[in-house]
């Protein structure tokens, strides 16, 4: 073991003092302060991860914290933040992303520094000291907060962000407003980038913002785009507090999707909510409707222009200009007010002497002026500024260690490394058109203009050099984790070898570990098709992401491309895509119900993929196996697959392991083995948690799966709370209906609680979500469940219609895998009083899940005989089944299987505990244990509303107790009280208590009725 005796450590959340001292709390007033300490320089941050060292550091604007950690022989740092941000959650999130740099894939795609970069479009740009105000604009916009939409569209240069950053100061400042930033770029040009963005900027301003359009966005499906605009639009219109949303460059917008999409939400925008968009050009959009409706307002170019005095205070305050006033008149003239011009003309003037004839000899267009002052001032940096100028121009966002990067020379180039860091501050110093993006200034970017006039001049003077500078540029945004920035670049550079090589060296952690198949999809997009299939293991990640996203044709297209291919690969390879292949084909087949070929194609890919234990397409391949042969009610065969699984539950891959766990807790809850199931999925949990992996998608699968478990055992907190996390991550990731299922959850939570209403509306967005899925047989099995709600809330009308239009008969051969469809058709002829003729379909039923020994269906079908045996008088059969349903039910604890079947449920189940309670009493142990379950379940029936136990089946009130049939059994043979009370070994003045109470439940006044009516209600044969 490693000792620090030295050092300070942090271990388990409290920081170990090197002296000896007391531990200190993570987080308490105590840690901050040691913190903020100047003896405090360092620490070390121990985990079962690895940890790292954190050492304080000055910059510019004052001390910040940084991670190091030594990876591959390398030391990796990372950002930590000032003080006041290292938390627990801060230093195990930097912990997990070294985690993830450990892997061959150099970093992990979502880096601290990447967050930090995204973060920066999610806020205006920092103010510069030498800011000029405008108060005239300010007040402008202002005015315009009554329309739905701000527009400010002028070309570039003419100081949009920087009056937009101004505002929003004072926006936020005076608290009249949340304000909502995106700096949109090239990436954001696709309706689910773009809603992202959207969505990211006003959760991080409103945490109540945003739930309705990230169960969308997170989809790996691509989401309707105007799908997206109203589910912002829900929650946005559920917020009373105003809301301004600002997007800022938006001419690089091009999807018509997007305005399409904006176009609707800026058309059912609530009164307390308003858009600011800044652009070089006017949107698509209907502005001439709106601008006649008044939901439009508007600044021009006209209106942004520099006054005289502006200028002035420009010249003076910013450029540090001490001009006579007329010269100031001339070039506010020249340049016509626009602020880029000005700023590069006050850099052309500095240090010249005839400054009139400069002034003079420019003229022209805004472009030409631009073109003309931008080589000017360019032309008049020393050769170093220069180099940096035109080597840093093909990047977005720099950095010192990027820049530095660009910059370092090639072997057969003179001169030494520029010091990147100085030469930001410096341009900054300078007003070269540098902005810093954070406060921190570790990010910057140019002004759009001059990059555009810098990348055009490298471009016409050192062609052969831009090329060099973009795989350089893709070199260390790959080491730094940038995944999207370095596949762009390497593109840039012509070199789509290394662009495909990022790709696939993440492919598995996007896909399967973020479960973000529609950024794995947009990256291989980007490549040459030639590139892709000449690599089968990115074709074949890309055929899993179309799976993923529900692009079954697309997938099917893609599949057979590498089928055609494979005649070039060896032997190996062949097997793994021929097998791989045939996984996804597999899944495909079971989603759209077709269970035969899905069993075929899985049957095949596990073959093909034998000698590879570990390959998460096998596990993929039986977990299908499982699924189908659970679609078919075939549970022996499912157990004995999972018996492969077991393995795969203790691999190191996380997503294999869990496919392990999660197949043996599926098929523990179908035999009823509550208990066991929950272990497993606890279980899972730990797992994620020790991994550092309590956020990746397939935890959706869990919370689900223990919804279900607690939904059953009857603790409906536990099952509300799991359901909710599911919902609310709404990652359908890999199968589709977690959002289906966890909604239907709640519906039946809901109306357990008693809220028929609410319960309703989950049902319809269920039947909603349902049909967008577009697969035949969740429609179908949604359809049937529809038609089970409409029984048991009484419309038994509705649940005819259909059953005479779902196309299924009673004396059909149900196939297994519409098991449930089946039975909700036998339901609905009980419930028509047709039980005798819904018996034969019943029978067939329960004998199809003995066959599979599948628990769970077998307890739903002897439910169903038993009732439909007691609809018909044969009460013997009736109690037979329905005990043969409690043995099974009762080691798992099943609660709401007996208690959702209502009022009819009751009184077999009191009838059941009377046949019972003779063989307890002689001290049979089951029978007892038996007799307590049954107790327990007619105890549940007491606890709720008898509003929530209604059947269309029976109109009894309060069903009678196991002794209170006993005595009307009795009491229907002719025994006197004295007969009866000496059979059962109670009081004559006991028995006169119970036959008084079995007269007010079932509606007697004497023994006769009370007899007749026990055996119209099926209590005694």
Known sequence: ?????????????????????????????????????????????????????????RQRNGWYWYAYRRIGGRLRKRYLGRAGD???????????????????????????????????????????????????????????????????????????????????????????AAVAWISLDATDDDPVRFWSAITLALSVVRTDIGAHA??????????????????????????????????????????????????????????????VIATRADPPLPLARWRVRGRLAELRAADLRFTTEEAAAFLHSTMGLDLPLDVIRALEDRTEGWVAALQLAALSIRDRADVEGFIRRFAGSHRAIVDYLAEEVIGRQPDHIQTFLLRTSIVDRMSAELCDALLTPAADEPGATIPAQAMLDHLERANLFVTPLDEERRWYRYHHLFAEMLRDRLQRTQPA???????????????????????????????????????????????????????????????????????????????????????????????????????????????????????????????RGDVPRALEYATHARDHLASIDC????????????????????????????????????????????????????????????????????EALRLLDRRGASERPIVALIHVALADIFYEQNRLDEAEYYANLALRRAERW????????????????????????????????VEQLSLEYRVGWISNHTLAGRAERLLRTGDRQAAERWAAGCGLTLAD?????????????????????????????????????????????????????????????????????????????????????????????????????????????????????????????MGMFRSIPTTQTASPLVHANEPLTAREIQVLRLLATGR??????????????????????????????????????????????
């Open 1 to 57: 073991m490693r000792h620090y005796r030295h050092t300070h450590v942090v271990d388990d959340n409290t920081l170990l003092q090197a002296n000896g001292s007391d531990a200190i709390p993570l987080g308490s007033p105590a840690w901050y302060a040691w913190l903020n300490d100047d003896q405090t320089t360092s620490f070390v941050y121990r985990s079962a991860r690895g940890g790292f060292t954190a050492r304080r550091e």
């Open 615 to 682: 390959s998460l397409a096998r596990a993929i391949a039986v977990m299908n196996l499982v699924e189908a042969r659970l679609m078919q009610g075939d549970l022996s065969s499912a157990e004995q697959l999972c018996d492969e699984l077991r393995v795969a539950s203790l691999s190191r891959n996380l997503v294999i392991a869990l496919i392990g766990v999660l197949s043996r807790s599926e098929v523990y809850r179908n035999q009823g083995r509550l208990t066991d199931a929950r272990a497993l999925l606890d």
């Open 465 to 591: 050099l831009v090329a060099e500078l973009h795989r350089r540029a893709a070199r260390w945004h790959r080491e730094a984790g940038f995944a999207d920035a370095a596949i762009h670049h390497f593109l840039q550079a012509g070199d789509a070898a290394n662009a495909a090589d990022v790709i696939e060296a993440i492919a598995n952690a996007t896909l399967w570990e973020q479960g973000d198949a529609q950024t794995l999809l947009r990256w291989i997009a980007a490549l040459p098709d030639d590139t892709v299939l000449a690599r089968p293991r990115l074709a074949l990640d890309q055929v899993w992401a179309l799976l993923a996203s529900i692009q079954f044709d697309a997938a099917e297209a893609r599949a057979a491309e590498l089928d055609h291919v494979l005649t070039r690969r060896d032997a190996q390879m062949r097997s793994i895509v021929i097998g791989e292949l045939a996984a996804v084909r597999s899944v495909a087949a079971r989603v």
């Open 214 to 275: 990230r169960s969308l966005l997170e989809s790996p499906q691509r989401p309707p785009h105007m799908l997206l605009a109203h589910a912002l639009l829900v929650d946005l219109n559920a917020v009373a507090a105003p809301i301004i949303v600002v997007l800022d460059d938006y001419h690089l917008i091009t999807s018509a999707e997007v305005h399409e999409s904006l176009t609707t939400f800026i058309e059912h925008l609530s009164p307390h909510v308003h858009l």
């Open 734 to 765: 890999w199968n589709n209906d977690i959002l289906i299922h966890s909604t239907g959850l709640l519906s039946a939570i809901r109306r357990a609680q008693g809220d028929e209403a609410a319960a309703a509306k989950l049902a319809e967005r």
């Open 86 to 176: 290292l938390n627990a959650e801060r230093l195990r999130r930097v912990d997990m992303a070294f985690i993830n740099g450990e892997t061959p894939t150099h970093a992990p795609y979502h880096s601290s520094d990447q967050a930090l970069t995204t973060a920066n479009r999610l806020r205006p740009p920092p103010p510069r000291p030498s800011l000029i105000a405008r108060p005239r604009l300010i007040e402008r916009i202002d005015d315009t907060l009554h329309a739905a939409l701000t527009l400010i569209s002028a070309p570039a240069g003419f100081g949009k962000t920087t009056l937009l950053t101004e505002w929003a100061l004072h926006v936020q400042s005076a608290a009249r």
């Open 813 to 937: 051969d149900p196939p297994p895998e519409r098991f449930y469809e089946y039975l909700v058709l036998a339901r609905v002829a009980l419930a028509r009083g047709e039980g005798r003729t819904a018996l034969p379909l019943i029978r067939r039923l329960l004998k199809q899940s003995e066959e599979g020994r599948h628990a769970i269906r077998m307890i739903e079908t002897l439910k169903l005989l038993a009732l439909t045996n007691r609809q018909i008088g044969d009460a013997a059969s009736a109690r037979q089944a329905l005990i043969r349903a409690l043995r099974l039910a009762e080691p798992g604890g099943l609660v709401r299987t007996f208690v959702d079947e209502g009022e009819a449920m009751k009184w077999l189940l009191a009838d059941c505990g009377a046949s019972i309670a003779p063989q307890a009493q002689q001290g049979d142990g089951d029978a007892r244990r038996l007799l307590a379950y049954v107790d327990d379940l």
């Open 976 to 1021: 006197t009280d004295q007969e009866i009370a000496t059979s059962l070994v109670i009081a004559v003045s006991t028995v006169r208590s119970h036959i008084k109470r079995i007269y007010a439940k079932i509606n007697a006044r004497n023994r006769t009725q009370a007899a007749a009516r026990a055996h119209d209600l099926g209590i005694i044969d």
